[in-house]
């Protein structure tokens, strides 16, 4: 069997398992199996909605850190969870009857980045969150012969956005500094209008969850272009990195109307995750939990 067909079949088998039942008592789901990249968008795109899938079925602990990769975080409205305090914080917040779609799936050097709209049962602080379908992003990364999320954010949140809270984690002083740089620099050049170095920035396979939902590339150049922005103000940055992907959450405080909208300039969580290192890192994915009141 070609290759190309051998990836497809091995995507689309996955995605035919049954997803969502919980795991065993006492045993950890291993991660996908990786394998050769799909030969099309349709393979690409039936790969995504079989991992995602696959994430929302985790709902212990063991099973969900199993799937990560050692930079992963989480971020939503609460804030950042590295890798230890996300899965207590996704095993708490639960994941009954997931319903995954509007999957878009692309790829940015060896990392995938998926987003997609996901109706699900989830609570927060014991109340439970809006039912509706909203925004979520992953990027996933074959690690030991499997796929790994590297990254992961949602924008199910109340109606009212909670101010955040401080990070879950400290992390490594000289990293997060690092990564604060790469934010503030990355998000100076869109305020300052420098949109030939911004669109530099910017992977062609990258993907974006705001408040107007899923964003690629095009989207965000155009938006740059269009949008004014406040000078951003980064705090309590968190970064880790696994190979040549750097995950960075920040609260951000950045102000922007675009066209009649305005987003206010309160603090809110954000992640970029970057691919590369220098001046050569590209932006391959971003959640902003900034939205209009």
Known sequence: MPAASLALFAALSLASAPQGAPPASGSVPPPPAAAAWPADDAGLSSLATSLVNDWMSRTTVPALEAAMLPC???VSFHGSFDRAAAAQQLAAMGAGSPKVSDVVATRAGDALVVTCLLRVVETAGGKPLPGDASPRIGVWQQSDGAWKL???????MPASRPAPGAPAFAGDAALNAEGATMISR???DQHAKRLEAFGKSLADG???INFKG???RKDIVRGAEAATIDEPKVADARATRSGDLTVVTCTLTMGQKVGWTTLPADPA????VFQGT???????????TNKPK
């Open 150 to 156: 590297a990254a992961w954010a949602s924008l199910n």
């Open 214 to 216: 899923q964003k690629v």
């Open 72 to 74: 992963f975080q989480f």
């Open 186 to 188: 990355f998000l100076g």
């Open 269 to 272: 969580p954000f992640m970029a």
């Open 278 to 288: 220098g001046d050569a890192a590209k932006v391959i994915a971003m959640a902003n």
């Open 206 to 208: 990258m993907q974006v």
